[in-house]
C-alpha cells in the first residue's frame, strides 16, 4: 500500500512542470500564493506537531518560498523542458554539499562522475529542445539573455533545494508535518507581496483548476503520501522508483507543448535519471535512507554515511 502511495506522488509530481506551463501568463507570486496555501490548509489536522525553533521555521519557510518562486519563474521564462531538467540536477547536488569524509575517494570519484553525467544530459536536452534539428551550432544564434537567465535560475532553484534538504538532515526531531508550516507560511507571503502591488489577477476557469489541482495535489497531498511511503515502505524500492520523475516530466511536458521528443532529448533525459541514480547510492552500498525535511521530494535520497556525519555534527554543535 505504501509504494501504491509513492507511485501515486511520483505521478502527481511529474505534472507539476506542465500544470505550471498551462498556468503561463498566471502571475508567479500569486500562483505559488494559491498552491502552496492549498498545500499548507491540507496539514491543519497535524497542526500540533509544527512545533519547531523560530530560526529553524524561518529558514524552512524562506526555502520553501524562495525554491518554489525561483523555480515556476524559470519555467515561465525559458524554455520549459531544459529548465525542467537542470532542475531536476538538485538531487545530485544534495551529494556534492553534503559532508564528505576526507578519505571516502571512491565516493568523491563516483559523485563527481555524477555530476558530469547530469550536466551533460541537461545540457544535450536543452540544446535539442531548443533547435531539434541542427544541434548545437544551429542552437547557439537561440540562445538569449532570458533564456540564459531561465537556466540560471533553474540551477538555482536546484541549490535552493539542495540546501533545505540538508537543512531537515541537520534537525532529524522535528515532525516531518512540519512541511505544513512551511507550504503556509511560504504561500501566504506569495500572497501578501503580489496583492501589496495592487493587481488582482485575471485567472479563467480553467487555470482555477489547475492551481486547485497543484495546491491538492503535487503541492499537497503529495508531500505526505511520500512521508507515509518512505515511512512504511522500502526505501530502496522506493529510491528506484523516484528515477522516473525527471523522465515522465519531460514526457508530460512535451505532451502539454506538443514537442516532439527527439532522440537527443531522450538521451539527455536518461542521463540525468541515470545520474540520480549514481547519486543516491552510498560509496559502500549502504541501504539508503532520505534525508530531506519531511521527505517532501522523491529525490530526497543521499547516503547514509552523509546522514550520520550531518547529525553527529547537528550534536557536536549542541554540545
Not at 522535528?174 to 507581496?193: E, M, Q, W, Y
Not at 505532451?255 to 552510498?282: E, Q
Request: one cysteine or more.
Amino acid at each position: 500500500m505504501a509504494l501504491v502511495g509513492v507511485i501515486i506522488t511520483i505521478l502527481m509530481w511529474s505534472t507539476l512542470a506542465a500544470s505550471v506551463q498551462l498556468l503561463h501568463g498566471v502571475p508567479t507570486l500569486f500562483l505559488n500564493g494559491v498552491a502552496l496555501t492549498v498545500g499548507g490548509l491540507l496539514g491543519l489536522p497535524w497542526a500540533k506537531e509544527w512545533r519547531m525553533p523560530l530560526p529553524l521555521f524561518l529558514a524552512g519557510s524562506l526555502s520553501m518560498f524562495a525554491y518554489h518562486v525561483i523555480y515556476f519563474y524559470a519555467l515561465q521564462l525559458g524554455e520549459p523542458i531544459g529548465v525542467s531538467l537542470i532542475h531536476y540536477l538538485w538531487p545530485m547536488l544534495i551529494v556534492l554539499l553534503a559532508p564528505r569524509s576526507s578519505n571516502s575517494r571512491r565516493g568523491v570519484r563516483w559523485h563527481l562522475a555524477s555530476a558530469a553525467l547530469g550536466m551533460g544530459g541537461a545540457a544535450l536536452a536543452c540544446v535539442s529542445a531548443i533547435h531539434p534539428s541542427t544541434g548545437l551550432a544551429g542552437a547557439q544564434g537561440h540562445f538569449n539573455v532570458s533564456m540564459i537567465g531561465a537556466y540560471a535560475l533553474a540551477l538555482l532553484s536546484a541549490v535552493a533545494w539542495a540546501g533545505y534538504s540538508l537543512l531537515g538532515a541537520r534537525n532529524t526531531a522535528i515532525s516531518s508535518h512540519s512541511v505544513g508550516a512551511f507550504c503556509l507560511s511560504a504561500g501566504l507571503a506569495c500572497l501578501a507581496l503580489y496583492f501589496a502591488t495592487g493587481q488582482m489577477p485575471r485567472v479563467t476557469e480553467q487555470q482555477s483548476a489547475i492551481l486547485f489541482y497543484l495546491g491538492i495535489g503535487p503541492m499537497g497531498a503529495a508531500f505526505y503520501l511520500w512521508d507515509y511511503g518512505m515511512k512504511k515502505g522500502d526505501p530502496r524500492k522506493v529510491a528506484v522508483l523516484s528515477y522516473a520523475t525527471p523522465v515522465l516530466s519531460t514526457i508530460a511536458l512535451s505532451i502539454c507543448l506538443g514537442t516532439r521528443m527527439t532522440f537527443a532529448m531522450w538521451i539527455g533525459t536518461v542521463m540525468v535519471a541515470v545520474s540520480i541514480a549514481i547519486s543516491s547510492r552510498s560509496r559502500e552500498s549502504q541501504t539508503i535512507r532520505t534525508a530531506g525535511l519531511g521527505a517532501v521530494q522523491p529525490s530526497h535520497l543521499v547516503d547514509a554515511d552523509f546522514c550520520t556525519r550531518i547529525r553527529s555534527d547537528s550534536q557536536m554543535e549542541r554540545e
